[in-house]
């Protein structure tokens, strides 16, 4: 079973008649079941434990409109893991070894920027961030809605 909620508080201010700040700060907390997993042989099997994640996070997000048709958006926030460990063992016929446990307790940097227009009946919105800290990496989001 996978379990997952979320809190927040956010507000805006506008700044101009074309800029607006956009801040948040939310609770977020997630829960994963233990999961075996077999292999066709039967011989062998993972047993991966259960991880529960408590997290906060924090950000801005500046809001610009001053072209015809297009929101351009930048922000950044900052994420913490309170929790957040895993672990478990892998089994191979009568021998048991011991998955490393592994944490995610710690810190990032989230940075975005992305722009969303509205086309006839179709809102899009795409955007890119970036994550800096004890979870790295790189991401993109494209959406695509349709009003009738």
């Known amino acids: ?7 927040g508080v956010g507000c805006k201010y506008k700044v101009s008649q074309n ?7 939310r609770y977020m907390f997630g829960y994963q079941d233990k999961k075996d997993v077999k292999w ?20 801005v ?7 015809e048709k297009i929101k351009l958006y930048a922000g950044t926030g900052y994420e ?12 191979d016929g009568d021998d048991l070894f011991a998955i490393p446990e ?3 307790q710690g810190g ?3 940075l975005e920027v992305g722009a969303s227009t509205r086309i006839w009946k179709l809102d899009v919105d795409f955007s890119g961030q970036g994550y800096i800290g004890k979870r790295s990496g790189v991401g993109g989001t494209l959406k695509v809605k349709y009003t009738f």
């Open 80 to 91: 913490y893991e309170l929790s957040g460990k895993a672990k478990g063992t892998f089994h």
């Open 1 to 7: 079973m996978h379990t997952a909620a979320a809190v």
């Open 102 to 104: 592994s944490s995610y």
């Open 40 to 59: 066709p042989d039967e011989e062998r099997a993972m047993e991966f434990g259960t991880i529960a994640s408590n997290r906060i996070r924090a950000g």
């Open 19 to 25: 800029l607006e700040l956009d801040g948040i700060t």
């Open 61 to 67: 997000k500046m809001n610009y409109r001053g072209l």
């Open 108 to 110: 990032m940097v989230i």
